[in-house]
């Protein structure tokens, strides 16, 4: 399989990226900057800034012109655990700015890989989520980046409607809280986090569609 994982660089995006190419899959490790961590995992890289049209633009130009096809597309880079924040305070830049790299980044790359999925025999999209986005258990805090994983969850659920016809499998999938730069000490290791995204990157044709999952498990949307 060919597979693109956006913010590959470090943290659980190097190590799904780390874990595919183990299972023997093509791996495009995308990135800001990219080449060191390619080079580490001996895969492939291309520059890739999502919220950038150009950037963008320029990686789905790559891919056709490589594979003229694209199996999966993991959107796992993200930004702004707003720890500091409240929703009755919060800087609404900060709102913005969260959203350009953790919504509209992945919406927009969706939409210009998606000729290279359907050139797929066995499309997948997966969306790093969070279960910070579940309104089930929502509280207070944290703003910008639940509002933004709230609407990465809702951006799920339409396009698994759109695209089962087309066979696409598109799933939300939350990492669980994992020890990297944005989860701090104290969370679990990457390898675990990870393991549920590349489940979801793996799945077989009639595996599941539009869902939330931890683990591999059902998450409360
Ligand atoms: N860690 C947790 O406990 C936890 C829990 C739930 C969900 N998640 C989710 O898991 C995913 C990975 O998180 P992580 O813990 O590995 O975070 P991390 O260690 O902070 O890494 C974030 C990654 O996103 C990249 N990135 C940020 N802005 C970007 C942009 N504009 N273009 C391209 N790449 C960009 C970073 O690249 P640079 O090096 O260039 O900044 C980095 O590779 C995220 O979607 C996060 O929300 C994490």
Not at 39 to 54: M, P, Q
Not at 113 to 120: A, E, G, I, Q
Not at 164 to 185: E, F, H, Q, S
Request: glycine content about 12%; hydrophobic content about 45%.
């Amino acid at each position: 399989m060919i597979v693109l994982v956006t913010g590959g660089n470090r943290g659980i995006g190097r190590e799904v990226c780390r874990q595919l190419a183990a299972l023997g899959h093509t791996v495009l490790l995308t990135a800001r900057s990219p080449e060191a961590a390619a080079k580490e995992l001996g895969v492939e890289s291309l520059r890739l800034d999502v919220t950038s049209g150009d950037d963008i633009a320029g990686v789905a130009a790559a891919v056709s012109e490589r594979y003229g096809r694209l199996d999966v597309l993991v959107n796992n880079a993200a930004i702004a655990y707003d720890s500091w924040q409240r929703a009755s305070s919060a800087d609404l830049d900060v709102v913005r700015e969260a959203a350009e790299t953790n919504l509209y980044g992945p919406w927009r790359l969706i939409q210009a890989l998606l000729p290279l999925l359907r050139n797929s025999e066995h499309p997948r999209i997966v969306n790093v989520s969070s279960e910070a986005a579940s309104l089930a258990g929502m509280g207070g805090g944290t703003p910008a980046y639940n509002t933004t994983k709230v609407a990465l969850n809702a951006l799920t659920r339409m396009l698994a409607a759109e695209l089962r016809g087309d066979g696409i499998l598109v799933n939300a999938i939350c990492p669980g809280w994992v020890a990297t730069d944005m989860g701090g000490p104290g969370g679990r290791p990457v390898a675990e986090g990870a393991s549920g995204i590349v489940w979801a990157a793996t799945l077989p044709d009639h595996g599941p569609t539009g869902g939330f999952f931890r683990d591999g498990r059902p998450l409360p949307w």
